[in-house]
């Protein structure tokens, strides 16, 4: 055998053996292919009836929110007329009412003093008391320790 036959056999090995090589690759590439086709059509499955339950899901809430949005309109008409009426009970009764309140203190007081004729001022300066940690002291005796 001569330089040459024994060259071209070694590149015939190494051509055999990177063609092994290769051909494992490529059946195992093809197994994965296989596989990621089978997850892909497996979880496209399982993806279409959830996407069909999330656009129920949605609707159904959007039904809600109409709901709650006729709900909160209402609301907001209620409170208006509730402010309304407040306004007007205000302005109807609030003026008499405050004069009514008037005219009877004025007719109380009037009364009072008439009944006691004294002014209330020297009423409530016979019964004031002072208190002094904690006791009361009577205006005559406070009377006493200021002079």
């Known amino acids: ?23 494992v ?7 994965t292919l296989r596989a990621t086709t089978k997850l892909v059509a497996d979880v496209t499955e399982q993806a ?7 656009s129920a899901t949605v609707r159904s809430a959007q039904t809600q929110l109409d709901r709650v949005d006729a709900i909160a309109s209402d609301v ?7 402010s309304a ?5 205000a302005s109807t009764f609030g003026g008499p ?13 009037a009364l009072g003093r008439s009944r006691d004729e ?14 002094i940690v904690g006791r009361t002291v009577p205006s005559a ?5 200021k002079g």
């Open 97 to 109: 009412l405050v004069k009514v309140a008037a005219f009877g203190y004025g007719v109380r007081r």
């Open 25 to 31: 690759v490529l059946v195992r590439l093809a197994q």
């Open 76 to 82: 907001q008409e209620v409170t208006s007329n509730a």
């Open 141 to 145: 005796r406070r009377r006493k320790q």
């Open 85 to 89: 009426l407040s306004t007007t009970v």
């Open 118 to 131: 004294q002014p209330r001022e020297e009423r409530s300066e016979r019964t004031r008391r002072t208190v």
């Open 48 to 54: 279409v009836p959830l996407l069909a339950d999330a």
């Open 1 to 23: 055998m001569t330089g040459g036959e024994v060259a071209g056999i070694l590149v015939a090995v190494f051509w055999a053996i990177l063609v092994s090589f290769l051909a």
